[in-house]
């Protein structure tokens, strides 16, 4: 980082710019926001509140829509490759995830919601992809609970190559704290379905006390983080939760919200105090492409209508935390990195949100600008960013700085 006396001198030539310079900064294929450096593009549209995404290594893009839809992108074109009759509410098909080695065995797993004579459960399931074709289900795990609300629903492989499922405790708040339950749990199971020898109890369960976690990430050093939707009713509401995930941590629902504290229970690294983020789905950025994201953490947020942005120190302290496109595209379900770059999609068909134009969509943060390793861009949208210099000034810096060859814009 450089010091004030560098950031002083930058901000006098960005507030001399700033009163010479105005900046269209559009894009014909993109919308920009040239104050952080970035642009955004719709990569499809006319979905129905899609839900999950994961990536193939030819290209193809995998996602959910909470119907009951598994579609693939492919050659920009997106093709339906399942549909099933599924539970609804905040239900439906949720999580979708390719196995680590999905080149040589073309596995894939979803969870979704479904009826039974005795309610509404949820089920892990594995399947093999063959043409943009899902067949010989395998059923790993079901009767997960679940309920038109909390019903988890992310799955993701972590480095260890175990596939991790977050569960929500089906509007049944003592479930959480069930060792007997799967339910308010985040579990861990190995690709087949058996259980890891080293999980803490001995079952799936791999941390308890979550309320409804509906986001994991790993960052490089392999440690995980959570995202939880904290209360919104008889235990009180918001306090919407980022947890640093340890093998058989209790997170304390519903015993304790917020900076609440009781013995053996793991408080969250950040909360939302009073107000309501409703934090989906998280993920690490780490590239070179846009610098003044690398190594920070990503959530989506649906009530909150925003992407949080999270910069934490080597001890997991908050060093910074802020919002991007507040209000721009709606309620957010998912952030995802990607292979070249961050995706998102909305949820404002959801019930709870106000549809756009061509909604639900999936979109693509990509750079403005070829950084070329300057880390004079970087500094200027993180000062944006952190609250310290103004839109226009940032829009400007960035405008002085391609007037100068010093970066160019992609």
Do not use: C
């Not at 099933?84 to 080149?103: N, T, Y």
């Amino acid at each position: 980082m450089y010091n004030k006396r560098y950031m002083y001198g930058m901000r006098n030539i960005i507030f001399v710019v700033s009163a010479i310079i105005l900046f269209s900064g559009t894009s014909a294929h993109a919308e920009s926001f040239p104050e952080i450096g970035v642009k955004v593009e719709v990569v499809t549209d006319n979905l129905k509140v899609p839900w999950g995404i994961d990536f193939a290594p030819d290209g193809r893009i995998f996602f959910t829509e909470r119907s009951g839809m598994v579609s693939v992108i492919e050659d920009k074109q997106v093709s339906q490759i399942m549909s099933l009759g599924v539970g609804g509410g905040e239900g439906g098909m949720l999580g979708i995830a390719l196995d680590p080695e999905f080149e040589e065995n073309n596995f894939i797993y979803v969870y979704y919601t479904y009826n039974e004579l005795l309610g509404i459960k949820n089920r892990l399931v594995q399947y093999v992809e063959t043409n943009n074709m899902l067949t010989d289900e395998k059923v790993l795990l079901e009767g997960i609970p679940g309920a038109p609300y909390h019903d988890g629903g992310r799955i993701k492989f972590g480095p260890d190559g175990m596939l991790y499922v977050t569960t929500g405790d089906a509007t049944e708040p003592d479930l959480s704290q069930n060792l007997n339950s799967v339910a308010g749990k985040i579990l861990r199971i190995n690709s087949d379905g058996t259980i890891p020898e080293d999980n803490p109890f001995g079952s799936a369960v791999y941390s308890i006390g979550h309320r409804n976690p509906q986001g994991i990430a790993w960052d490089k050093y392999g440690n995980l983080i959570a995202t939880e939707h904290g209360p919104s009713g008889w235990r009180g509401v918001a306090h919407d939760e980022i947890n640093l995930i340890v093998s058989g941590a209790n997170y304390g629902w519903p015993d304790i919200i917020g900076d609440e504290t009781l013995e053996d229970v793991i408080n969250p690294i950040l909360h939302s105090g009073d107000e309501t983020w409703a934090p989906s789905g998280s993920t690490f950025y780490y590239g070179e492409d846009m610098p003044m994201f690398d190594g920070k953490y990503f959530v989506a947020a649906l009530k909150g209508q925003h992407i949080h942005i999270i910069e934490f120190d080597e001890n997991y302290n908050v060093l910074f935390h802020g919002e991007l496109f507040s209000g721009e595209f709606g309620r957010i379900r998912d952030v995802v990195n990607g292979p070249d770059g961050l995706y998102f999609m909305t949820s404002n068909q959801d019930g709870r949100g106000n549809p756009n134009l061509y909604d639900d969509k999936i979109l693509r943060i990509s750079p403005m600008y070829n950084y070329d390793n300057n880390p004079w861009i970087q500094n200027i949208s993180e000062w944006y960013m952190k609250g310290d210099i103004s839109k226009e000034e940032s829009i400007n810096a960035h405008f002085y700085l391609v007037e100068r060859g010093t970066i160019s814009q992609n």
